[in-house]
C-alpha cells in the first residue's frame, strides 16, 4: 500500500526546535499522526494476527508481550522500519540509532493491571548508549481508562539506579524516594499517534478498564554506538555476540 507523507500529520521536518527540546529536557514528547489512518487499520490487523498465532512472553497478565514482531510478520516488520517513525526519533535522539529490538504490547479489556513504574534502561545489556528512544504507537485509540502512558518529567537524569521490580508498584520509589513527589504526566494518544520516551524516563501504563483491547506497537531504537556487555537478555541471549562489541548485527540494523 503506497503512503504519502502528506497523509502524516508529523513528519521529521514538522518537528520544532520547541518539540525536541521539550524531549531532550522532559525524557518524553507526544507526536501526533506518526503513521497514517490506512496504515493504522493495516498494522492493527497484523497485530492482532499475530497475537493469535504467537506466544506472549509476559505470562503476567499485565499484557501480552510479543518481541521481536518484525521477525515473524512483512506488515510489523514495515511498521517497526517505518521511515518517519524512525526519522523522527533520531531527530529526537540527535544521534544515529539503531534498532534494539520491537514488541507489540496488547492490554486485554479489563486486565485490572497497571504497569508499573519503571525505566527501560537498566534491563538491558547495553553500554555506550546514552540516547536509546522508544516509540509507543497507538494501534487503536488509548484514552486514560484504556491504559495509556505515564512519565515522570525530567527522570531521565537518573542514570545511576538499578532495575526496578515490575512486580512491585512500589519498587520504582523505594529506589529513588524522591521521585515520589515530582510531577507525573499522563499521557492519552489517539490512533496513530505516538509518545517517544528516553530510555530512562520513568514510565508506568494505567489498567484497561475498558471493553476494547489495547493495542501498542513499541519500536525500541538504541544508539548505532551502543555495545553489548555480556549481560542476559532474551534478545541477545541466542546470538553469541562478545562482550564489549558494537552490537552491529543483522537483528540490529540502522533505521535511518
Ligand atoms: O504499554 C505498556 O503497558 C508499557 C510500555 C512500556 O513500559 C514501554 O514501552 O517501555
Redesign the pocket.
Known sequence: MATTAASYTTTPNDLTPEAIESYRQRGFVRVSGVISPEEVERFRQAAQGLAERKESLSKSGT?TQLVNAWQEDEDMKALTLHANVAGIAEKLAGVPLRLWHDQI?I?QPHNNRP?NYHQ?QPYWPHANSEHSI?A?IALVDVPVER?C?TFIPGSHSRTELQAQNLEDSRSLMTICPKLEWDERVTVPLKAGDCTFHHSRCA?M?TPNDTDQPRI?H?VILMDATTTYTGERHVVTDPLGLQPGQVMEHEMFPRVV
Open positions: 499484557f504490547l492490554k504497569t527501560d522508544s509507543w491504559g502512558m514510565h501504563a501498542a513499541v
